[in-house]
């Protein structure tokens, strides 16, 4: 039987729905909601919205103030226990006076992990954990996999015709998929810490791979926008450049007067040496470093079917346009013909929805589906 009551349950699933009103501007920081209830009233609600801003119980506790005497303290991570950013929360919480906190998930983070449910319980504060974990887990699925895997969430997103292809034997792409597919991908790169695609893509394209949608609140954020090319090809001139942001580009070894005419265009250059350009494990490490939670790789047939052949793919978003392209059409993902349908990449459907003329297709590794 469940420790927490229907109450907590709906309590906890009013911070996780306000926790997910930062979904696109808290990054690389968790999306946290926090809600303080003393004799069945809330007194007080509160969700991180940004980077150095007040963090959920600060934001709960301020609005609160004095009534948050006796409450108890829903929050959708442990609350933290170190000076970062801002203070400890489990301190506020603490002077506060609040007298139980009920939280989701453990937090990953290594300088937090267990401290601050111990400090709380130190302080005689009942403390659980575990309520709505899995959903709490599900809003921040990028942040608990830099931390528990080392690399971000990765997520891979393709538009399809019906027979699964994604551009003319040509390369021409523009437009495949419907205007509302193409609004929904914006909310995708807004969620992300970073995009991804390779040089060739981006040239062919002439992919900016920016957030384009003012409705979308970043807070002044913008994604990395992160291109792999290994040669070295794109050039200063590439309208990703163009476009205000931050811009990575990694590369095996590059002449220095194209290095220093891509610096020159406010882009970093990491050269990895041949063999490290092309280690996507790598890549997504150093990503990982730069605290990226969730990756969107928008990429060409071959990047993408890299990322699959390397079992890298955390979550798969396909939208599939009402349209024939021909078996000369460019196909969705370069993979290695195989001689037994058992060696077939699975994948289970997570969520398949209308959008616009299209359908999306949510898709995860059936591996993971399992777990």
């Given at each position: 039987m469940s420790e927490f009551t229907a109450a907590d349950h709906a309590l906890m699933g009013r911070a996780l729905q306000l926790a997910a009103q930062g979904l696109y501007s808290?990054?690389?920081?968790?999306r946290v909601g926090c809600v303080l209830v003393k004799d069945g009233v809330t007194v007080g609600e509160g969700f991180h919205a940004q980077v150095g801003g007040p963090h959920a119980e600060a934001a709960a506790l301020a609005a609160a103030g004095g009534r948050a005497r006796g409450a108890t303290a829903y929050v959708t991570l442990e609350p933290c226990n170190h000076h970062g950013r801002t203070p400890p929360c489990s301190e506020a919480l603490i002077s506060a006076g609040v007298v139980r906190v009920v939280f989701s998930a453990p937090d990953p983070n290594v300088d937090?992990?267990?401290?601050?449910?111990?400090?709380?319980?130190?302080?005689?504060?009942?403390?659980?954990?575990?309520?709505?974990?899995?959903?709490?887990?599900a809003l921040n699925p990028g942040f608990f996999s830099r931390f528990e895997r080392g690399r971000p969430y990765v997520r891979v997103k393709l538009a399809?015709?019906?027979?699964?292809?994604?551009?003319?034997?040509?390369?021409?792409?523009?437009?495949?998929?419907?205007?509302?597919?193409?609004?929904?991908?914006?909310?995708?790169r807004a969620r992300s810490g970073a995009v991804l695609?390779?040089?060739?893509?981006?040239?062919?394209?002439?992919?900016?791979?920016?957030?384009?949608?003012?409705?979308?609140?970043?807070?002044?954020?913008?994604p990395l926008r992160v291109v792999l090319d290994p040669r070295l090809t794109l050039?200063?001139?590439?309208?990703?450049?163009?476009?205000?942001?931050p811009v990575l580009i990694i590369t095996a070894e590059g002449p220095p007067a194209a290095v220093e005419a891509l610096r020159a265009r406010g882009a970093q250059v990491l050269a990895f040496g041949e063999a490290g350009s092309r280690?996507?494990?790598?890549?997504?490490?150093?990503?990982?470093?730069?605290?990226?939670?969730?990756?969107?790789?928008?990429?060409?047939a071959r990047l993408a079917g890299a990322f699959?052949?390397?079992?890298?793919?955390?979550?798969?978003?396909?939208?599939?346009?009402?349209?024939?392209?021909?078996?000369?059409?460019?196909?969705?993902?370069?993979?290695?013909?195989?001689?037994?349908?058992?060696?077939?990449?699975?994948?289970?459907?997570?969520?398949?929805r209308r959008v616009g003329d299209d359908l999306r297709l949510t898709l995860l590794p059936a591996s993971r589906e399992k777990s």
């Amino acid at each position: 039987m469940s420790e927490f009551t229907a109450a907590d349950h709906a309590l906890m699933g009013r911070a996780l729905q306000l926790a997910a009103q930062g979904l696109y501007s808290t990054d690389p920081n968790p999306r946290v909601g926090c809600v303080l209830v003393k004799d069945g009233v809330t007194v007080g609600e509160g969700f991180h919205a940004q980077v150095g801003g007040p963090h959920a119980e600060a934001a709960a506790l301020a609005a609160a103030g004095g009534r948050a005497r006796g409450a108890t303290a829903y929050v959708t991570l442990e609350p933290c226990n170190h000076h970062g950013r801002t203070p400890p929360c489990s301190e506020a919480l603490i002077s506060a006076g609040v007298v139980r906190v009920v939280f989701s998930a453990p937090d990953p983070n290594v300088d937090v992990a267990g401290g601050g449910a111990a400090r709380l319980a130190a302080a005689g504060i009942d403390c659980q954990g575990g309520c709505l974990e899995r959903d709490a887990r599900a809003l921040n699925p990028g942040f608990f996999s830099r931390f528990e895997r080392g690399r971000p969430y990765v997520r891979v997103k393709l538009a399809a015709s019906l027979d699964g292809r994604t551009a003319l034997a040509n390369g021409r792409s523009q437009w495949l998929s419907c205007d509302a597919a193409r609004a929904d991908v914006q909310r995708l790169r807004a969620r992300s810490g970073a995009v991804l695609t390779g040089a060739s893509t981006a040239r062919a394209d002439g992919a900016r791979l920016t957030v384009r949608d003012p409705a979308l609140d970043l807070r002044g954020r913008r994604p990395l926008r992160v291109v792999l090319d290994p040669r070295l090809t794109l050039g200063a001139d590439a309208p990703l450049l163009a476009e205000p942001g931050p811009v990575l580009i990694i590369t095996a070894e590059g002449p220095p007067a194209a290095v220093e005419a891509l610096r020159a265009r406010g882009a970093q250059v990491l050269a990895f040496g041949e063999a490290g350009s092309r280690d996507l494990g790598r890549v997504l490490a150093e990503l990982a470093r730069r605290e990226v939670n969730e990756l969107l790789v928008e990429a060409g047939a071959r990047l993408a079917g890299a990322f699959i052949q390397s079992g890298l793919v955390d979550e798969f978003v396909l939208y599939v346009a009402p349209n024939l392209l021909g078996h000369d059409a460019l196909p969705l993902a370069a993979l290695p013909m195989l001689d037994d349908l058992g060696d077939r990449w699975q994948f289970a459907f997570a969520d398949v929805r209308r959008v616009g003329d299209d359908l999306r297709l949510t898709l995860l590794p059936a591996s993971r589906e399992k777990s």
